[in-house]
């Protein structure tokens, strides 16, 4: 480890914010004790706030109808080789239901920007499975909206409310996504989605086309500021039928190593062993909750259409009750057990438990 990055990385433990310099030191050292060192903290900082607790989330994946084409993305509305779907309410009830059986408690509603799917429509899905499923809570995950329309969905009842910014480096973003997709109103959803008051998730992708050391110290940067309540992080996968298809995946240790600098930085926030890093890795559930991730989200979309939500080339095919089991037999193994309730985010009392005072 470099003096400059053994600097920055005792300012990081100590709760002290890093400028985005500090942050690209941090990821320019690639030596092995740092990577090890700061997940080992990682891992045990949150199992210290988090009581050995992963939380469940059933992920259903709604529709895969998407009027965006993100370069990266299977169900960009280009690859027209994609057989596309959409669930409707029942059998998005029949999902959600069959994970509240199992003890799940937040229901994750995914999908494309699916122009179908109004803004009265989700409002009232949530309305009717917040109706059915008493205690659960419901994120959802369907992209860019109005102001307006995050507003019905919060007073409909949804607290939670996942869009990764991909990237808080404006050229970065342009690459990914091309001109017509606006950076800035990507941040400005995430600024609404906050201020009206949902637990607010952003996040980016490991080993994008394009992406330097800069790009993801901008990254961590922003999210330091931001404060967001999750962060989901995932190695980039490539994806048949995309620009990006053939290109080379992200890579699993830097993954681990930027989860470990998020807990590290944000010790409440809520954070992933995403189904992208458990593709990747096969041990990444367990990489990840070492590395202080406290959250896994077992798919339960309709094995029928699971291969049609394909964001990236070998999303695995589990059924939702025989993913959950699994993950959940790797949890207990590890000395960990599942969560109760919602798990919603907490903010920890005091100062940070990786030693220092955070700001306010
Ligand atoms: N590889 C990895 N992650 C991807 N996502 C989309 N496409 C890919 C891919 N090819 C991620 C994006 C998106 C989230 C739902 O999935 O970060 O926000």
Same mark, same amino acid.
């Given at each position: 480890m470099n003096a400059a990055a053994a600097q920055a990385f005792d300012r990081l433990c100590a709760g002290a914010p890093l400028s985005e310099a500090e942050f690209e030191r941090l990821l320019l050292d690639k030596s092995r004790s740092l990577r090890q060192e700061a997940r080992a903290r990682a891992g045990e900082l949150a199992a210290l706030r988090f009581g050995r607790t992963v939380h469940f989330r059933a992920i259903v994946e /709604? !529709?895969?109808?998407?009027? $965006? *084409?993100? $370069?990266?993305?299977?169900? $960009? $509305?280009?690859?027209?080789?994609l057989r596309r779907y959409r669930m409707d309410e029942e059998a998005i009830h029949a999902c959600c239901g069959q994970a509240y059986r199992l003890g799940i408690r937040t229901f994750v509603l995914q999908g494309g920007? *699916?122009?179908?799917? !109004?803004d009265e429509r989700i409002a009232g899905l949530v309305r009717s499975l917040l109706a059915s499923f008493p205690g659960a809570a419901v994120t959802l995950s369907f992209g860019e909206k109005s102001l307006g329309g995050y507003r019905k969905f919060f007073e409909a009842g949804a607290s939670r409310y996942l869009l990764r910014h991909? !990237?808080?480096d404006p050229a970065h973003y342009r690459q990914l996504h091309g001109e017509r997709q606006s950076w800035w109103n990507r941040m400005a959803c995430l600024h609404a989605l906050k201020d009206i008051g949902f637990q607010t998730g952003c996040g980016m992708m490991v080993? /994008?086309?394009?992406?330097t050391a800069t790009a993801l110290a901008r990254d961590l940067a922003f999210m330091q500021s931001f404060r967001p309540h999750m962060i989901g992080i995932g190695p980039f996968l490539p994806a048949a039928g /995309?620009?990006?298809?053939g290109m080379s995946p992200g890579d699993a240790g830097l993954t681990l190593f930027l989860l470990a600098v998020c807990r590290l930085m944000l010790p409440d926030v809520l954070l992933p062993a995403t189904t992208a890093l458990r593709t990747l890795d096969p041990s990444g559930c367990r990489q990840g909750i070492l590395s202080g991730c406290n959250v896994l989200m077992p798919n339960f979309t309709p094995d029928e259409f699971k291969a049609d939500y394909?964001?990236? *080339?070998?999303?695995p095919r589990t059924s939702g009750e025989a993913s959950l089991a699994s993950l959940r037999a790797e949890v207990e193994a590890m000395g960990y057990r599942p969560g109760q309730g919602r798990g919603d985010w907490m903010p920890l009392a005091g100062g940070s438990a990786a030693g220092g005072e955070h700001d306010a």
């Open positions: /709604t !529709t895969n109808v998407c009027s $965006r *084409d993100c $370069r990266y993305c299977g169900l $960009r $509305r280009e690859n027209a080789a920007e *699916d122009p179908a799917l !109004t991909e !990237t808080a080993g /994008t086309p394009g992406q /995309t620009p990006f298809a394909a964001i990236y *080339d070998g999303k």
